[in-house]
């Protein structure tokens, strides 16, 4: 089964509103980390927070980080259409150094 | 800087048919390589990752293999296509000395099996 898993599955947002996307996961992390996909594309990485911290900015982004609650969230702020794309969360696996897992994305369509 | 490429970017092949994907990496030495493969609106599943050459690790029994014949070079494989292997195929690379296991992906390779 999926670690990560976000909600919504799908959002839709005019240009300059927030776009908030979450991620739940089931175990232990070291480390949680968000990409973006465009149509056909592959991933790029967007942001890492580590488990000990409870928030993150780049940018126009900011990440943050419960580890009681198991759940990550993602908002990019003052949207503009060419955020238009997939995001997805990725957690690490306790024990190995190699391997991410991925939650099944968040698809983001920003109007003009 | 760092550059992964992958081909080709499209491929419709027969069932019963032979694959080769190949992906190769620039600008680093030593890094961890992956091969995902993401079904239509879904996340991605590890197929397959490799921590140096001749070493791959294997995450999910199917009909594919993986090579890594050089440090930066990995192949996926496959001696019989399915229908079900149909799909977008992503290789991605870390840093071998990375505590943090940011990954890094190629533009993909779209498969259709007919």
């Known amino acids: 089964s999926q670690q990560g898993e976000e909600d919504p599955q799908a959002l839709s947002i005019q240009e300059g509103e927030n776009a908030t996307m979450n991620c739940s996961y089931k175990?232990?992390?070291?480390?949680l980390q968000w990409y973006r996909q465009n149509s056909g594309r592959g991933l790029v990485h967007l942001i890492l927070?580590?488990?000990?911290?409870r928030e993150k900015h780049s940018g126009r982004l900011r990440v943050t980080l419960d580890t009681s609650k198991k759940s990550s969230s993602l908002l990019i702020t003052a949207s503009r259409a060419a955020d238009t794309a997939s995001y997805f969360c990725?957690?690490?696996?306790?024990?190995?150094?190699?391997?991410?897992?991925f939650g099944s994305g968040t698809r983001l369509l920003v109007r003009p | 800087s760092q550059t992964i490429h992958q081909w080709p970017a499209t491929l419709v092949q027969p069932v019963g048919s032979p694959l080769s994907l190949e992906c190769t990496v620039e600008g680093t030495s030593n890094p961890n390589l992956y091969w995902y493969r993401q079904a239509a609106g879904r996340g991605l599943q590890l197929l397959f990752y490799s921590v140096g050459i001749g070493q791959i690790s294997s995450e999910v029994p199917q009909n594919l293999s993986a090579s890594r014949p050089q440090d930066r070079q990995f192949i996926l494989s496959s001696k019989k296509l399915l229908l079900s292997d149909s799909g977008f195929y992503l290789c991605?690379?870390?840093?071998?000395?990375?505590?943090?296991?940011?990954?890094?992906f190629g533009p993909g390779t779209r498969l259709t099996v007919l």
């Open positions: 991605a690379w870390s840093a071998g000395t990375s505590s943090y296991n940011e990954q890094f």
């Open positions: 927070i580590r488990s000990n911290e």
């Open positions: 175990t232990s992390i070291n480390n």
């Open positions: 990725a957690t690490d696996v306790r024990g190995s150094s190699y391997k991410l897992i």
